[in-house]
Each structure stands twice: as structure tokens, then as C-alpha cells.
């Protein structure tokens, strides 16, 4: 029995450092993109921001969008209030009230969900490419725009993944979604050289109206509270998937705020879990298998040690494995973001992130979240 289990550790170590590895290399081969700010654009534009109570965040989004160093002959905004109980209606239209560009509120009467909410801007914007932000962002960049559509006229890509970031604060609930996000980073971008993208993420997320009517939309998966990004990418893989592309460059990326609470971060991957059965890319399923199973070992050969009063070297192996190519992970980003990262935390992460990862698939095998909205 001990055998059977050492060979499937190590075939799961083996297809997770093979899939990660792959990953690396990927995004070491992507080229960096490099623009000109002073270049003129010539895409009409639009960005669509779908926002439910987001009173705290809404000022300082708009702000950074009304600040891109953009032609405003070129771009339209359209917010979405998708149903909010807050102020974010209030706030919002003041300040577009003092807005030179063109742009346009709708006000949805209930929450009709994220999908519903850009769709319904899509069919009224005028655009040739549409970028879509979440609410709950900020750019640190006034080229953010300007180097996404450079981007765009540059390659002729109709489906742009562009990076995000997010706020390297202090605690344990931050840093663990900062060392997540950095690595799946690195992943994200190394698998679309490949043109395999499987990752991407709808707070920024650009495309073209063209592959977007192409495909239908969101019409094949409406029904879900999820899956604005990656089952969207799905369908674009199945017509052109030679259009997917990742934006390397950090001009283009834009920083979301961690969740405060595990309960809060809990239902957000649950929610995000909730499209895996309906994700045609087997691929994803496979390998959050792989991603389990690896940290199921990691805990086993942790926590073992503890009872035997035996420290087996297989499982030292097993875990430095584990732990180095994370690390290498976080490295990269740190240098790709040129973020600095805070390596104090890193090795009680290693042994934290694996009950996170753990708990999440046991949990997502009972809950299932309620609804369909999901902004």
C-alpha cells in the first residue's frame, strides 16, 4: 500500500512540476511588449465597468480611467450599476458630471449579474475593442489603456489577457492571495505562448466586439455566476483560438484589493469552482486534481513526522520539490511586477496555502453557491 502511495505522489509531483515548468518557460519566451506613448491610437474603444456596491471603490477606478493618457475622441465608458443598494449610483454620477469624454450610465432596477451587465453595454457601445475592468480596481499607470490598445493594433489579437496585480498588504489572508495571484501570473502568460491559455482573469480583460459576437457571448454558460473570463476564453479557443494572447507588459496591469476575511476569500473560489464541471477544457479539471493531490502529499509528509517521530527522506524530497518551484514562481513575478515580495512569509505560506488549497476542494465537493448573478 505504501508503495502504491509513494507512485502516485510522485507522478502527481511529476505532472505538477512538469505543468509549472512548462508554465516558466513559456512566459520567459513571451516577448515583453514595448510602445511608443508618444504614438497616436486609432481604435475606437470602449470600457465597460460593471459595478454593485461599490461606493468605497468606484472614486478612485473612474479617477484612474479619467487620467489615461488616451484620445478621448477614441473612447467611450460605460458603466453598469448593476442593481447596487449603496451610493455607487450617487458617486458615480458626480463625478462623470465633471467627465469631458463620452460615456454612459445604465441602471439596472435588480442585480442581473455581471454577464447580463456586459452584454447589454456591448450591444450599445459603438467600439471596436471593449476592455473590461471590475469595479474594485485601480490603475498605477496613466498608459495602462493606451499600451492595451497599442497592444491590439500591434498584433491584430482579438482576445487580450491583460496582468493584475494585487495590493502586497500585511497578514497572513493577504499575503496568501498575493503569493497566489503572483504565481498564477507567471502561468497565465506562459501557457498562452503556447496558444493553450487557460487562465485569465474579467477584471482586466480586453477583446474585440468582432470575436465577442462571433461566439455568442456568454450564451452557452448565462446561467452561471462565474465564468466571465475563462469560459469566455473556451469559446473564443473553439473559432480562433490563434487570437488569444497575453499582454506582457506592467503598463497594462492594474491592482485589486485582497478579501478581508477567509470566509470572504472561501466563497469567492468556491464561486469560481462552480464552473469547473461546465468548462469544456478538460485540462483544468485534470490538473486541479494534479494541484490537490500534490498538496494533500505535501501535508502527509508535514504532519507525518509528528506521530513516527520519523523524518523520511522521500518526504523531505517530496516537499523541497513542492516548495522550490513556488518559490521560483515568486521570484519571477516579483521581477516581472518588479514588486518586492515579503519572503518572511513564504515558508509558513508553503505549509498554509496546502490546507487552503485542501479545504477548498472539500468544501467545493459539498457547497454549491447560490444564484446566478455573480458581479
Same mark, same amino acid.
Given at each position: 500500500?505504501?508503495?502504491?502511495?509513494?507512485?502516485?505522489?510522485?507522478?502527481?509531483?511529476a505532472?505538477?512540476?512538469?505543468?509549472?515548468?512548462?508554465?516558466?518557460?513559456?512566459?520567459?519566451? @513571451?516577448?515583453?511588449?514595448?510602445?511608443?506613448?508618444?504614438?497616436?491610437?486609432?481604435?475606437?474603444?470602449?470600457i465597460?465597468?460593471?459595478?454593485?456596491?461599490?461606493?468605497?471603490?468606484?472614486?478612485?477606478?473612474?479617477?484612474?480611467?479619467?487620467s489615461?493618457?488616451?484620445?478621448?475622441?477614441?473612447?467611450?465608458?460605460?458603466?453598469?450599476?448593476?442593481?447596487? =443598494?449603496?451610493?455607487?449610483?450617487?458617486?458615480?454620477?458626480?463625478?462623470?458630471?465633471? &467627465?469631458?469624454?463620452?460615456?454612459?450610465?445604465?441602471n439596472n432596477t435588480?442585480?442581473?449579474?455581471?454577464?447580463?451587465?456586459?452584454?447589454?453595454?456591448?450591444?450599445?457601445?459603438?467600439?471596436?475593442?471593449?476592455?473590461?475592468?471590475?469595479?474594485?480596481?485601480?490603475?498605477?499607470?496613466?498608459?495602462?489603456?493606451?499600451t492595451?490598445?497599442?497592444? &491590439?493594433?500591434?498584433?491584430?489579437?482579438?482576445?487580450?489577457?491583460?496582468?493584475?496585480?494585487?495590493?502586497n498588504?500585511?497578514?497572513?489572508?493577504?499575503?496568501?492571495?498575493?503569493?497566489?495571484?503572483?504565481?498564477?501570473?507567471?502561468?497565465?502568460?506562459?501557457?498562452?505562448?503556447?496558444? @493553450?491559455? +487557460?487562465? !485569465?482573469?474579467?477584471?482586466?480583460?480586453?477583446?474585440?466586439?468582432?470575436?465577442?459576437?462571433? =461566439?455568442?457571448?456568454?450564451?452557452?454558460?448565462?446561467?452561471?455566476?462565474?465564468?466571465?473570463?475563462?469560459?469566455?476564453?473556451?469559446?473564443?479557443?473553439?473559432?480562433?483560438?490563434?487570437?488569444?494572447?497575453?499582454?506582457?507588459?506592467?503598463?497594462?496591469?492594474?491592482? =485589486?484589493?485582497?478579501?478581508?476575511?477567509?470566509?470572504?476569500?472561501?466563497?469567492?473560489?468556491?464561486?469560481?469552482?462552480?464552473?469547473?464541471?461546465?468548462?469544456?477544457n478538460q485540462?483544468?479539471?485534470?490538473?486541479?486534481?494534479?494541484? !490537490?493531490?500534490?498538496?494533500? +502529499?505535501?501535508?502527509? &509528509?508535514?504532519?507525518?513526522?509528528?506521530?513516527t517521530?520519523?523524518?523520511?527522506?522521500?518526504?523531505?524530497?517530496?516537499?523541497?520539490?513542492?516548495?522550490?518551484?513556488?518559490?521560483?514562481?515568486? +521570484?519571477?513575478?516579483?521581477?516581472?511586477?518588479?514588486?518586492?515580495?515579503?519572503?518572511?512569509?513564504?515558508?509558513?505560506?508553503?505549509?498554509?496555502?496546502?490546507?487552503?488549497?485542501?479545504i477548498?476542494?472539500?468544501?467545493?465537493?459539498?457547497?454549491?453557491?447560490k444564484?446566478?448573478?455573480?458581479?
Amino acid at each position: 500500500m505504501m508503495l502504491v502511495i509513494k507512485i502516485i505522489s510522485v507522478l502527481s509531483l511529476a505532472f505538477y512540476l512538469a505543468y509549472l515548468i512548462r508554465g516558466i518557460i513559456g512566459f520567459s519566451k @513571451t516577448d515583453y511588449f514595448t510602445t511608443d506613448p508618444t504614438a497616436l491610437n486609432k481604435t475606437k474603444t470602449a470600457i465597460i465597468i460593471c459595478a454593485r456596491n461599490e461606493e468605497k471603490n468606484i472614486e478612485k477606478c473612474l479617477q484612474g480611467i479619467f487620467s489615461q493618457n488616451f484620445d478621448k475622441e477614441l473612447l467611450e465608458i460605460i458603466l453598469v450599476n448593476d442593481g447596487s =443598494t449603496d451610493n455607487t449610483k450617487e458617486i458615480a454620477g458626480k463625478l462623470f458630471s465633471d &467627465y469631458k469624454g463620452a460615456f454612459l450610465i445604465i441602471n439596472n432596477t435588480e442585480n442581473l449579474g455581471k454577464k447580463k451587465s456586459i452584454t447589454s453595454a456591448i450591444e450599445v457601445c459603438n467600439a471596436e475593442l471593449i476592455v473590461c475592468r471590475d469595479a474594485d480596481t485601480y490603475t498605477q499607470n496613466e498608459n495602462w489603456l493606451k499600451t492595451i490598445v497599442s497592444f &491590439y493594433e500591434s498584433s491584430g489579437k482579438q482576445f487580450i489577457i491583460a496582468p493584475l496585480e494585487i495590493e502586497n498588504g500585511n497578514g497572513l489572508i493577504n499575503q496568501l492571495q498575493f503569493y497566489e495571484n503572483s504565481a498564477l501570473a507567471i502561468v497565465t502568460g506562459g501557457y498562452a505562448y503556447y496558444e @493553450t491559455a +487557460f487562465l !485569465c482573469n474579467g477584471a482586466n480583460l480586453a477583446f474585440t466586439k468582432k470575436i465577442f459576437e462571433k =461566439t455568442g457571448g456568454y450564451k452557452s454558460h448565462i446561467g452561471l455566476n462565474s465564468g466571465d473570463d475563462v469560459l469566455f476564453l473556451e469559446e473564443v479557443k473553439k473559432v480562433e483560438p490563434e487570437s488569444v494572447a497575453y499582454l506582457k507588459n506592467t503598463k497594462a496591469s492594474i491592482v =485589486t484589493y485582497p478579501l478581508p476575511t477567509l470566509s470572504k476569500l472561501f466563497k469567492q473560489k468556491l464561486r469560481w469552482a462552480s464552473k469547473f464541471d461546465k468548462n469544456p477544457n478538460q485540462i483544468n479539471a485534470f490538473l486541479g486534481v494534479i494541484v !490537490c493531490l500534490v498538496h494533500l +502529499f505535501s501535508l502527509i &509528509y508535514l504532519i507525518k513526522p509528528i506521530f513516527t517521530h520519523h523524518i523520511p527522506l522521500f518526504g523531505i524530497i517530496f516537499v523541497f520539490w513542492r516548495v522550490f518551484i513556488d518559490f521560483l514562481l515568486l +521570484f519571477l513575478a516579483s521581477r516581472y511586477f518588479n514588486k518586492p515580495v515579503k519572503w518572511g512569509w513564504f515558508l509558513p505560506l508553503s505549509v498554509v496555502y496546502s490546507f487552503y488549497v485542501i479545504i477548498t476542494a472539500a468544501l467545493s465537493l459539498v457547497i454549491k453557491p447560490k444564484g446566478t448573478k455573480g458581479v
